[in-house]
């Protein structure tokens, strides 16, 4: 029998029902319902199966959406996620999510978040940027340590990522075993580094070259960890929440005035998509600027 906390869950989330389906329909009323169409491609390591989702009236924005590990693609076209296809698409995005090999309708042999799920993400990456685009990855759970992983590693197409959020994934290899075998799925000892560094988000969030997001309901441990090596590395910008952008953060402290996710399904759709909007339109280069003279030692030495 669920508990309280859950049975609060699904009645928020089905309250959050009929306001995102009226916003979803109002776009299709103002000529943005768009077309849909599946694409399929094969890669050295299988197929992926996706879809493309082509607003009437594009923006020049795209979102890849990549589901939780082993999860089809197809959970976003419904609202059982924070975000789905249908609001995105009325907003004016092209939307873009798909299957890596062995998952959903993809054929072949799954290889949990690893170098097919990365190349599956650079075909959708590829599809979203197309006539110049601006893309924006959006990442659930497990699937946001193979989306770090897999634009950290591929600089060919992980430089056309404009920014990647990462909603509520796991922190280090630890932390997504765990998640992993939650969902029934194998993982390795924590000392095959062959492996887990293909997968590892701890690893590989200093080589992201990308604009990083942060987004958690609660004081994940190493969540703030991430951050700092986005923040310290090659992407230069991190944001937790709607903190301020470009903070470095040290510990947990209730003075550090940590500001979470909101609570609740519909709150977090809403939070969510006004997070989008500002990611679209924040000028990266700038606040990088704005950081380093705000760093640098006065005097200049």
């Not at 550090?256 to 924040?282: C, I, K, M, V, Y």
């Amino acid at each position: 029998m669920p508990g309280l906390m859950d049975v609060i869950a699904r009645v928020d989330a089905a309250l959050a029902l009929p306001p995102r389906a009226i916003r979803a329909r109002v776009g299709a009323l103002l000529g943005r319902g768009g077309t849909e169409r599946e694409w399929r491609d094969a890669l050295a390591v299988g197929t992926a199966v996706g879809h493309l989702h082509e607003p009437a009236r594009g923006s020049g924005k795209a979102v890849v959406l990549v589901a939780d590990a082993a999860c089809p693609s197809r959970v976003f076209d419904g609202f059982r996620m924070v975000v789905g296809v249908a609001e995105l698409v009325g907003r004016g995005w092209r939307v873009v999510h798909f299957d890596p090999p062995g998952v959903g309708a993809s054929p072949g042999e799954d290889d949990v978040l690893g170098p097919a799920t990365a190349a599956a993400l650079g075909a959708a990456v590829r599809r979203a940027a197309e006539g110049g685009s601006l893309v924006g990855v959006v990442a659930f759970g497990a699937g946001a340590a193979g989306a770090i992983a897999g634009i950290a590693r591929d600089p060919e197409w992980g430089s056309m990522v404009h920014f990647l959020v990462d909603v509520d994934g796991p922190t280090d290899r630890k932390s997504l075993a765990a998640r992993l075998r939650a969902r029934g799925l194998a993982a390795p000892s924590l000392d095959d580094d062959a492996w887990w560094e293909a997968r590892d988000p701890f690893y590989n969030v200093d080589a992201l070259p990308c604009p990083y997001y942060r987004i958690q309901p609660n004081d994940s441990e190493g969540g703030l960890e991430l951050v700092n090596g986005a923040l310290n590395g090659k992407a230069g910008w991190a944001r937790l929440n709607d903190n301020q952008p470009n903070q470095q953060w040290y510990n947990w402290r209730p003075e550090d005035n940590l500001r979470l996710s909101p609570a609740g399904f519909s709150n977090r759709n809403r939070w969510l998509l006004g997070l989008l909007e500002q990611a679209f339109h924040t000028d990266y280069p700038a606040d990088r600027k704005a950081r380093r003279m705000a760093e640098a030692p006065i005097g200049g030495g």
